[in-house]
């Protein structure tokens, strides 16, 4: 493989466009990024009984994730070492007390380690023996789980999951901590989408506070239309036209909504929609939430200014709605993310099917937001086929944030800092690559 | 000669009897446990007969309703709801509540008019590809019938192009008719897709 310069390629204030399109520069993002961060895996919530597996991707490396009899999460290979048979062919289920391929019948306890081999004795004077790690499903090099999202690393060596995710665990904080009992539980749906471009314009557009009034007028100004008609008749509206018609915001209302930018690429986006009613349902809830936690616990977690939070380079947690979108990269130009809704235990019905009103909305298949997302990525992925210019522009505001601690705050909202900081990680991850040329 | 060799191993064999014992996979894991079987998916429609007049009646509707759609006349299509009519598509097929599970689509006649006039919206970007669809429906069963209202069943495909790319979506309609000023009117049209669980290349931008 020739050499990657990545100081060409990527620099402060402007990418080459093919870090979007080559092929090449893919499959070391893989190997380097997906493959050696902690990518996450699933809610414990989607494995309660032992049996219970939930299939997954980490970069091109096929996963499952089972819970075991102990009641321990494992994160293992999905791949028989016989013969490379994958041993579950669903999405998710429950494999009983044991793997077993279907093409030869080796099995396997749910820790990956071999249960048993037809016909033993065929390996006498083999160098294979069961005693041989290499006759166990592989597991992933590092599995933890932060309260209750599991995550692995394929790498044995780096930081550990708490140090990776940094401050941007407050996504998970804020999630579970709007529980009056501190826990979340998935609801048992996943819409699962596929963008035709690369990964990084999804993770780029989650902070991007420039486009939505651009991209999404037509959706905002329809739903501020009805939203309005609504109040005319009946004073207020459900809040779920306010999801939609916040899209059509003024330029300065976006440029006002700060992006806090962390190490490793994480990011937030804080709160524009203003999600504290003070109808019925949200005092019941709130009433349980402060014999929870007490008045002064409640107001720090209901007041979080969170929209959502990125965990670069594949997920984007929506914490104050219990949403989340995972990233599976499929190659350059093919990205498919899977959409999860979870539940606020102990939180009253009424909560739920608020939020419910987002995944509808915005985050299904029949989204009317994401459809001039995909659009846009989509033109861009053909885009950055021409010639007609080799770069991509991050020079937004540059110069023009905070630096405190190593985290970077926009002064601008639609500042390009997001991107900036998101190609600082990509650039460090990548620069551990044998073919990449170092600074 | 390896030919003699050959022809001596073919010269004799085994003959498996088919009622010796446990199989293969039995025999290292009989256990079973967990991983059963669903027995049963889906929905099979009940069949009432009912006037000729009226069947037709309602089988034309649908057709209209179709077409409508494929038409893009989106207004014409929503009227074709009552006032308090909805649209659902659930993201599986045993759910039974199109406001306390998540869906694909939700939308009464409000949300209905802000996709559609998303779609009309000169600035919905999405819409400046080439797009188009074609749906076709199957038998039309009637399951139930009350004074003034009706449910039908019907089967459907949809096929639709979206630049050079060809989509396919299929599966079942269930109507809930009522009548009103003389009118057979929506008052929930469910829409079962049977790939709603699959992965969408790019989103559903219209009602299926």
Not at chain 1, 15 to 41: G, L
Not at chain 2, 153 to 182: C, I
């Amino acid at each position: 493989m020739p050499a990657i310069d990545l100081d060409h390629l990527v620099q402060p204030d402007r990418v080459h466009r093919s870090v979007y399109t080559d092929q090449a520069i893919f499959d070391m993002e893989m190997e380097h990024i997906f493959e050696t961060a902690w990518v996450y895996c699933g809610h414990e919530s989607q494995v309660k009984e032992p049996g219970q597996f939930q299939t997954l991707q980490i970069g091109r490396q096929p996963m499952v994730m089972v819970r075991a009899k102990d009641g321990q999460i494992n994160v293992l290979y999905n791949r028989c070492p016989h013969r490379g048979v994958q041993l579950c062919g669903s999405h998710s289920g429950n494999t009983g007390g044991s793997f077993v391929c279907p093409y030869h019948a080796w099995s396997f306890h749910l820790d990956g380690k071999v249960k048993a081999i037809p016909l033993i004795q065929g390996y006498d004077g083999t160098r294979l023996s069961t005693d041989d790690p290499d006759c166990n499903m592989a597991r992933a090099a590092r599995v933890d789980n932060y309260r209750g999202f599991v995550f692995a690393s394929l790498s044995a060596e780096g930081p550990s999951l708490v140090e990776f995710l940094g401050d941007a665990k407050v996504a998970f904080d804020d999630m579970c901590d709007r529980s009056p009992v501190g826990e979340v539980e998935v609801v048992p749906v996943c819409h699962r989408v596929v963008q035709q471009s690369n990964w990084k314009f999804f993770m780029e557009n989650q902070l991007d506070a420039l486009h939505p009034s651009v991209t999404h007028q037509s959706t905002g100004v329809s739903a501020r239309r009805v939203e309005n008609q609504i109040k005319k008749t009946q004073g207020s509206a459900p809040l779920h036209y306010h999801y939609l018609s916040t899209f059509a915001s003024s330029f300065d209302q976006w440029d006002s909504v700060q992006t806090v930018n962390f190490p490793h690429g994480h990011g937030i986006l804080k709160a524009y929609m203003g999600l504290r009613p003070t109808d019925p349902d949200t005092q019941e809830y709130e009433a349980l939430m402060r014999q929870a936690y007490g008045t002064e616990k409640t107001e720090e977690f209901l007041s979080r200014s969170i929209h959502h939070v990125l965990i670069y380079p594949y997920l984007s947690v929506q914490s104050p709605l219990q949403q989340i979108r995972c990233l599976r990269p499929l190659g350059p130009d093919k990205t498919l993310s899977e959409i999860w809704h979870f539940r606020l235990k102990g939180a009253p019905e009424a909560i739920y099917r608020r939020a419910m009103w987002y995944y509808n909305l915005v985050n299904s298949p029949a989204t009317m937001i994401n459809a001039d997302d995909l659009e846009n990525w989509t033109r861009a992925q053909w885009g950055l086929q021409s010639k007609g210019n080799d770069w991509v522009s991050f020079h937004r505001n540059m110069g023009g944030d905070t630096e405190k601690d190593g985290v970077l705050y926009s002064n601008n909202g639609t500042s390009e800092v997001v991107m900036r900081n998101q190609f600082k990680a990509w650039r460090s991850y990548m620069l551990k690559a044998p073919t990449a040329q170092p600074a | 000669m390896a030919q003699t060799e050959v022809k001596q191993a073919l010269g004799s064999g085994v003959i498996i009897e088919a009622v010796q014992s446990l199989t293969g996979a039995e025999s290292i894991a009989p256990d079973h446990m967990g991983r059963s079987r669903e027995s049963a998916v889906g929905y099979i429609p009940q069949d009432i007969t009912i006037e000729p007049a009226l069947l037709r009646q309602l089988e034309v509707l649908l057709a209209q309703q179709a077409a409508m759609l494929d038409a893009r006349r989106w207004s014409q299509w929503m009227e074709m709801f009552t006032e308090d009519g909805v649209y659902w598509m659930p993201a599986a097929p045993e759910q039974t509540d199109w406001e306390s599970q998540p869906s694909i689509f939700a939308e009464d006649k409000l949300l209905m008019q802000v996709r559609a006039n998303r779609l009309l919206h000169p600035n919905a970007w999405s819409q400046a590809a080439q797009w188009a669809t074609h749906h076709l429906l199957g038998t039309t069963l009637v399951e139930q019938v009350q004074s003034g209202s009706v449910s039908t069943y019907t089967a459907f495909q949809m096929m639709e192009v979206r630049r050079d790319k060809v989509r396919h979506f299929g599966g079942s309609y269930r109507h809930h008719w009522v009548q009103q000023d003389g009118q057979w009117k929506i008052r929930l049209q469910r829409v079962d897709m049977f790939n709603a669980q699959a992965s969408y290349d790019y989103v559903i931008q219209a009602w299926i």
